[in-house]
C-alpha cells in the first residue's frame, strides 16, 4: 500500500461548481500536510498548508481527519484557471515529504 | 538566485551513459530534496539532505544513483549506467529548514531526461 493515496481523476467539471478531492495517508506519525498544485510540464507549487482544526483561503478549503488519516481539499466556484494536478503531500515524521500521485482536475466552461 | 535551479533543463541520454543533474538552491536554504517524478504520476522521493549531511537516500532506486552536496549549497545528482526505466522529470526542492513545521517547499523546473 502507498504511504499516501489519491484518486487520479479526471475530475471534469463545469465552471462554477464545487469539487472535493480526498487523500489517505498510512502513517499515523504523520505531523504535518499539504496540498501542491502542478500545471502541466510546471514544477509543483504550494497550495496550502492544512492545520488540525481545518482552513480556508478563499475559494479553497482544506481538512484534516486524524482519527481516518485523511486529508481533504475543497474548490468552490471552480475557475478554469483551476484546471491542474493537485497533489496531496504528507511529512511522515521522519522530515520525508511523500507525494500522492495527484488528482487531475479539468474545469470546462 | 531568485529560485531553484536547475541544469541541464533537458538532457538525452544513450543507455549506459553517465548523466550529471544539478541543483543550484534558493541561498541561505538548508534542505535540499531530490524527487523523481515519471508521467502522469506524482514526485517520488530520492533524497535528502540538510547542509551537506546527506540525512536519507532511502529512495533512490538503485546504486547506480549518487547525490552529494558537498559545500551545503548546490547539489548533484548523478546516475550511472542510466536504463530506459531512469527517464523522467528529475525535481529538486529546497526549503529555509525542515522539521515539524509547515514549511514551504520551493521547486526548480526539473531535468527532463530521456534515454534512448
Known amino acids: 500500500r502507498k504511504e499516501v493515496e489519491q484518486d487520479p481523476g479526471p475530475f471534469n467539471v463545469p465552471e462554477g461548481a464545487t469539487v472535493a478531492f480526498n487523500c489517505t495517508y498510512s502513517n499515523s506519525a504523520s505531523q504535518s500536510f499539504f496540498w501542491y498544485r502542478q500545471d502541466c510540464r510546471k514544477e509543483p507549487k504550494l497550495l496550502m498548508s492544512?492545520?488540525?482544526s481545518g482552513n480556508e483561503d478563499g475559494r479553497f478549503t482544506a481538512q484534516l481527519n486524524r482519527a481516518s488519516q485523511y486529508i481533504s481539499l475543497l474548490i468552490r466556484d471552480s475557475k478554469l484557471s483551476d484546471s491542474a494536478t493537485y497533489l496531496c503531500?504528507?511529512?511522515?515524521?521522519?522530515?520525508?515529504?511523500?507525494f500522492g500521485t495527484g488528482t487531475r482536475l479539468q474545469v470546462f466552461p | 538566485g531568485a529560485g531553484v535551479s536547475q541544469s541541464p533543463r533537458y538532457k538525452v541520454a544513450k543507455r549506459g551513459q553517465d548523466v550529471a543533474l544539478r541543483c543550484d538552491p534558493i541561498s541561505g536554504h538548508v534542505s535540499l530534496f531530490w524527487y523523481q517524478q515519471a508521467l502522469g504520476q506524482g514526485p517520488e522521493f530520492l533524497t535528502y539532505f540538510q547542509n551537506e549531511a546527506q540525512l536519507d537516500k532511502s529512495g533512490l532506486p538503485s546504486d547506480r544513483f549518487f547525490a552529494e552536496r558537498p559545500e551545503g549549497s548546490v547539489s548533484t545528482l548523478k546516475i550511472q549506467r542510466t536504463q530506459q526505466e531512469d527517464s523522467a522529470v528529475y525535481l529538486c526542492a529546497s526549503s529555509l529548514e525542515l522539521g515539524f513545521t509547515n514549511e514551504k517547499l520551493f521547486f526548480g523546473s526539473g531535468t527532463q531526461l530521456s534515454v534512448l
Open positions: 503531500v504528507v511529512n511522515t515524521g521522519t522530515d520525508k515529504l511523500i
Open positions: 492544512v492545520y488540525s
